[in-house]
């Protein structure tokens, strides 16, 4: 089977144990993870072949970022090497009524500080059929938006499905920022996945009569938002993720899919989290590894909603599940009894 | 007074910390663990003298077994030394929707490996009032069935209650089997403990209209089930757990004893879980503790409930609770609130 | 901005990791605390210029003690030095069914056996405005009682406003020593701070119809009890926290604030518990935050109950939330989501 | 075989992770240890039967202590129940030049306050061939010196032989209260054991030309002093550690014993140490083990050495090695290769 | 460059936390490793190209010794899966006179189990230039002996040069055992590793006057066992390692490589031992990669001398060193100052 | 007594668990520290009034920079708060012949992007007697190098000693760019302080016969050095440290004091290393306390001496001993014994 590339940053992730705050964090977890090399765990994951492309720093991190990928197969050989530092995010775990938070401190990164020069595209699209970004890519530095343009006409060129993860991050640009980069690049993109807010942020269409933070969310509204979307930019699909967070402990959690024609619910899953940073990355995995295997829209949804959630019962970054595991949830055992 | 044997495998325990996979563990916490060790350490916790009969090999994980059964002044004095190797397995805690799961490396362990000279019933049951067994025991190879009906006919012999615990293990034997040889074991026991499935796999006797998965259990249906295993094997009681998983995270919890005539059923608790493994046996030690101490049907069920309601805010296997502290919550007393 | 001068003791708190048991801790978690000092802390938090009062021993504890206050920028000044040892508590956290527990090994600490002498509370009260102690202080010993009734005297006298948490401690004194003691007091006393059972404990005010284990509370009930309180000691006002406990993880939270005329009640929180202990202290610091800077009735239980239920959310008993964390809360935003 | 009895006080032991300082621990390792419980375990562990008498509190705190010993294999029925509360004892481990720290906290204990009708020492002696205590058991109050007349009257009354490690305290006792109480109880005693300094500040029996601080001590000049010693008390043998400190990881280690006649010497040790504590009741156990085994004078020093040589190697008080391995190091095999 | 392949048992690690004992131990570390899987690792990490070839069973530690190897950029394309369970070893760290111990738990494994058409060497030996395997594969089990005999003879045949370290294990095989099997592998060995015990165990030829339990290791004495060793059997090379063993902590570590001709001896190496597991593998990682990259016998010895003293500093079984690191230790660097 | 005040850098420290490499790492240890910090700390548990400057981040980072401050006494209100980022290094312990090593990741740091509007050096200085700066301070970048220039400049201004540790980082700056600009503040510096290999990197004058690297440190050679420096600088005095390594765990320690006329040499000390990072700050504060204390210049050296010889023994960067700890160490109890 030919592979999928997934192109971004990975970070050194550091994170307090348990709920404790940052502030008195006398150790912490270390992990890397970023966007597209969860999404790219994930797949691999799953059985599929996948290459990450990146640029790490020469020194402890950007190796052990790298050796990090290899454990699960992920292919790293396009990882262009130079720069001096590796990206850092700093995470607490919320709960009740704290919320998660999470300190950036990626300036100036490797990645951030690439040319175009670093990355062969055309080689590395040899064997690929689908291509992966999310929004945090191009918002890292504008040569990197240059190069993920690069990279959208590469891959169209050559026959790769591109899909793309809208991630906005208020932190790394504005939203005027967002919505002229992500607007060129949303040309090449056959794919759109989002949750209930990025559409708002990065394109600016809104969802009626939706109130996030209270966790109402009504899937009426979402079939239009998700329909304007597609034809707006000529996407050939749309999925959206749709949270209704009811504490940082309790969320509900479910998914549509706009296959241009018609909207496919997946089920609704009451999540009791351990951890769910990543979660959006696995449904985008779970998405992609359904459209390229075939499933129908269905089936599809309800195997990215599955593989999403239960990235949020898996400590890490990465969705550490295997196919078999979504199948089961899928086909209705969701209740949680121990696997002897 | 005189003291409760049970007999099994003690097993070296390796889990995964706090909600990690064992794939992605870097360390792991150390136990001594296993269904009739477990009852055993309970029973001990309640102040009933109680003895441990197994066989242990002479490496540091036998002795730490026994150790480790021995701080909680359970009788170490019969348990067998040779073989080669402790059984271990392993345990990964589940959230959400991720049930817990456990792998098992317990095949040529040293008790699998026991003869009929290890075990001198006659001495090991002076002094003694009680039996207790479980269906692994049986399960773990044809020769410790065979002790195990060796040690049932002496303690029928010495005029001691045998009680046992179906603990159906699909790993260890089919059903075929286990029910060959629980059915043989069956004509020795008085007391029949098992959860809602271990019935049907063991016996094969259904409740009607009841779908575990979906945590609908219904008591009038198990009143029926209870009834025709009474009957079927001339058991004086049955004790029926009733779990209904809502989630990894939260189970409802309550049992029912068949005194033969009637069905005493407890409260039924919403456990929200921090380990649920060894929740049964916690239920089978607060059964026989109330049936020697003489409680009535109702108390004894209630008692029994509590007790493993507790263990489910355990961590580890075995039921770290005190008489007084079940009692408490039999009394109403289950807000949780701070016991300075 | 004048301060606020806290008196207590700050103990040596030891805890069990995780949910385990005192029984099998193999390591314990090492922090200093205290009612007195929990309302230092989180006043300190707040952005308050706060000293903190008490007799610490001159050994690692002790010091240590005092570091812990220091680095939050309480003022330790006025710390006497000397005595025999810290007190010490340790505590496990309760689950589901399973309450917390709090073993205390307080007796003989360097501030149970203070003396007069060891405070000169004209010099301890310049810039002052307000002082703060609890129901735990004048139990420690007589001559503690002494203590803490001359610093009521001479607040009074420098016209700084007394708030007194009652925090009934059954294990340091019975409720007819309590009642007396803090029946004296009480008439320094302008802002008087209660949980639901202290004021029945203490002076016997109980409310009606009000079943506490049960979690059923009622506010109408409660108004009336402030009001009696308020007028037989003639408080200018009464505070109480209202806890309805579901299990030992969750808890409903809310508070009423008796201004003299009327009560204010704030919104009610269904807290999932990371650590309730420390709470109480969380909740009357809001209030002096609230009361000294000039906060209406309403604003001002709504800043506390806000601040008091974040501190479920934290582990270990200090408050590590900022005054834009609690205003935020406050402000609606209470589902948890990620800062990013 | 006729079993040993030791008596004394047995503690929570808190100690700082790895070099840590106590001011800095953010958490501590949970032990329970105290001299004579130490030697309990030891001999234990070298297959005596042994049992411990000490009065433990009737908390979490009593009964782990209680379950520590009991898990070894000590028999603990005669342990008085009763008081409030378990000493305390707080570790830090020294490096280099850096000495470690120990500070109690063991006042007020359950033991320091016991009477002498907690003990049935007729009873506690049946099937008893020899009773151990130290020092500190008598320093605790002058009750328990009391109790402790009483044991050894009663030991020597039933045919037991009697061991006292001298072990002063100066935190416990004056070296005038030392000398007063340990002169009386040392004429039942017939084996004394003591290190270098020990001798001088129980009983100013000072060795020539000997300068403990700076590592030169002499074997001859010891011998002076354990035949002073023998002769003053009327002692059937005397032994002698000697430490030679380098640094607080290296030290060097050997013992003398002398008979009555002569003086035997064991190798000296050079020890990178783990955890000096507990080896001086290391020895006391070897050399109890060889006396009681009818080893002879060489013999038993070097098994006394070779086990009190090992402890420096262990985590923790308790003496964690088989008589196999104390006699593998005795049989010159001290090279540490990898055992598989 | 074409790759190095090495074939063996990679187990699941578990050891005790610093310096505790296994009985001890609350919680273990979990690693992966085992003498080729090591060595593989270190080639890795010097930039070769190495596949790893075994039989690893289909559950959570197959796969994860399959990661562990993956994310050093190990091949590990022609692992066969199959078979019940991972072989386990759990490891003790000795310190001072106590030895390190090593308990192994590896009977049953999924490579003891496999068979010949479990893998096709002509296809794993295509692209390759060098088979390493030592003593304990085919002490594994006899086909496993077979497996091996079958690869060295394809290797042969398709030029591929062939290394083996004797690696004699007494738990697997008796002396006899050995002889006879590694006797009949060692025609197709061109380059023989061995340290000082293994040549007597293995093939009987003892060095005189050598004591290796005392430390005292003669160079002059090594280079007639290694030119009788390379006679006896063709080798075109023999290398020993030669460890004098002080104590568990302190070790002499040096090598000698004979080529046939001449002997070549490194710098002997104070090490002050971190772990020392592995350390043989990373001789032999050392030297294989200075003989395929054309280094000189001297440097040879050298590099791989240098090598494996850095693997006494390292945690693990993996030598986690960089060429440049070795390297720099070689010339002359080797006072341990702070790199910046 | 007047206070002393610091100005530099602290970073966020992480470092690696025990000896593990930072590749290795799956948690690190949470510190605050840097040169001048550590000195700050040193000299506050001396007892000293001091304060520290610096610029912070307005993150959680930046605060608990100046929380971990506080808690030892050092006065924070100087600090300027701005900037994006606070500084991080990596660090990972070496061991044997693997040398520690530290990984900056400090560009762009908020003290790094300080502008001279955000101290006020008359203010900061007020009731100031010392003024102390390492050579990393104006290594951070030009406009740092200027704000020094002028706090030298005001330090003399208002009479105040100055001291500077030159501290060259090749990381920071050339030799070129360190000689430029520290020679321009060296005119406002009285007392200098150096390894030895500082006063070469910085200023060109080289020991003669010196072999750094091979431990050989010769003190007539650096006396002559000193004597240079101080003549060509016109210091007051000069204090240069000698450190032998013998490896990552043992090293040779000891210092000079040139007091314009004459050397003082302290004990040489052999030293087990636990950590050194720091200890040449713990030198600097020794070095600063007894020059404020009067102490001569013998007792000087040697009391720098003693509590630099401790740092070695301490986790972390800070020097945790006390004044007493100190001169018991200088009065020759140097042997590590516990003190009970």
């Not at 990090?68 to 990882?79: A, C, E, P, Q």
């Not at 530092?85 to 700093?90: C, T, V």
Request: net charge negative; charged share 20%; proline share 1%.
């Amino acid at each position: 089977m030919k592979k999928v590339v997934t192109f971004g940053e990975i970070m050194l992730k550091l994170s307090a144990k348990g709920y404790q705050r940052l502030l008195q964090a006398e150790e912490m977890n270390v992990e890397y993870a970023g966007a597209e090399a969860n999404v790219a765990v994930s797949l691999a994951n799953f059985g599929m072949p996948v290459a990450y492309v990146s640029r790490l720093p020469e020194n402890d991190f950007g190796h052990a970022a790298c050796m990090s990928l290899r454990s699960f197969g992920v292919n790293t050989d396009s990882i262009a090497w130079g720069g001096n530092r590796l990206g850092i995010y700093f995470a607490e775990k919320g709960a009740s009524q704290r919320p998660s938070k999470v300190v950036y401190d990626r300036a100036h990164s490797a990645i951030s500080e690439a040319t175009a020069t670093d990355f062969d595209w055309e080689s590395i699209f040899k064997d690929a059929q689908w291509f992966h970004f999310t929004g945090i890519t191009p918002a890292l530095s504008p040569n990197v938006a240059e190069i993920c343009l690069q990279a959208c006409q590469q891959a169209k060129k050559m026959g790769l499905s591109v899909s793309c993860d809208l991630n906005y991050r208020s932190k790394l640009w504005t939203k005027e920022e967002a919505q002229k980069t992500m607007s060129r690049l949303a040309e090449y993109v056959d794919v759109c996945i989002a949750n209930e807010s990025d559409i708002a942020d990065v394109f600016g269409i809104v969802a009626k009569d939706s109130d996030v933070e209270k966790g109402q969310l009504r899937q009426a509204s979402y079939e239009i938002v998700a329909e304007q979307l597609l034809q707006k930019f000529n996407f050939q699909k749309v999925a959206i993720t749709l949270r209704e967070s009811i504490s940082a402990n309790d969320n509900n959690w479910s998914a549509m899919l706009f296959d241009g024609t018609k909207a496919f619910n997946s089920r609704k899953y009451a999540v009791h989290i351990v951890d769910r940073i990543g979660s959006g990355d696995a449904f985008a995995a779970g998405l992609i590894y359904g459209l390229i295997n075939g499933y129908d829209s269905q089936k599809t949804v309800d195997f990215a909603a599955a593989a999403s959630c239960l990235k949020h019962s898996i400590e890490g970054d990465f969705n550490l599940v295997s196919k078999a595991e979504v199948e089961s949830l899928m086909n209705n055992n969701f209740t949680g009894r121990i696997q002897r």
